[in-house]
């Protein structure tokens, strides 16, 4: 089972990705996650990158498509893909490499958030650096005030979740996706998801229709 995962900055679309691949053994594979080792590592695509998040840029799809298709090419199969496509020229590298490599997408799922609750989520998130787990204060609160729920790391927040820099960013994230959704509706694999209520409301949203094509994949 591959799957695409979209979202605008709150959706919650990270934290689902991850109970998603925990439960139908899929490997995650985060746009974000891959941007932010690489600035970690203080590399010099790594500094150019970070420049790009703290004015609430987008990085450039070269960049962006040779860095996750260097990573799906170890992991061919069984995948959840968060936050990527979101250009269309993402689109376009990734359609290339699944049709080169006789992959199929079985979902592409977006799950919906206005942008003030957006700005509102965001502005509370906290994240783990060491294990990416993510928290909100209001909405998902550590065990611990600061401290990661699963390997006790202190947590942070990131430069780009700046109210001014989210509204930036959920911006962008429209505009750019309008093109992209109609692409996989014409596909026949987009589903949209409301956002409204807690992170399990949300899940068991999503969790019948995942069960219902994890049972047709695994039928032979």
């Known amino acids: 089972m591959n799957i695409l995962i979209f979202g605008p900055p709150g959706s919650g ?16 594979i985060s746009s974000g996650d891959i941007i932010r080792e ?15 998040l703290s004015r609430g840029e987008l990085i450039p799809d070269t960049i962006v498509n040779a860095l996750i298709i260097s990573k799906l090419r170890k992991h061919r199969k069984n995948f959840i893909l968060d936050g990527y496509p979101r250009t269309p020229d993402q689109v376009i590298a990734l359609e290339e490499y699944l049709y080169d490599h006789g992959i199929e997408l079985n979902l592409a799922m977006e799950i919906k958030i206005s942008k003030e609750e957006s700005i509102k989520r965001v502005s509370g998130r906290k994240i783990c650096p060491k294990c990416g787990a993510i928290y909100h ?22 430069e780009d979740d700046r109210p001014e820099v989210v509204a930036k960013r959920y911006d962008s994230y429209v505009k750019n996706m309008e093109r992209i959704i109609k692409f996989y ?3 026949g694999i987009y589903v949209v998801i409301n956002r409204e209520g807690d992170i399990n409301e949300v899940w068991e949203r ?13 039928t032979p």
Request: net charge positive.
């Open 137 to 158: 204060i209001k909405y998902n609160p550590p065990k611990v005030p600061s401290k990661c729920n699963i390997c006790g790391s202190k947590l942070i927040e990131r």
């Open 185 to 187: 509706k014409r596909k």
């Open 13 to 28: 679309k990270s934290t689902h990705s991850h109970r998603i691949g925990k439960r139908y053994g899929l490997t995650y």
């Open 38 to 52: 690489e600035i970690a590592m203080g590399t010099p695509l790594g500094k150019e990158m970070k420049a790009y």
């Open 206 to 218: 999503i969790r019948p229709l995942l069960d219902y094509i994890h049972s047709r994949e695994a």
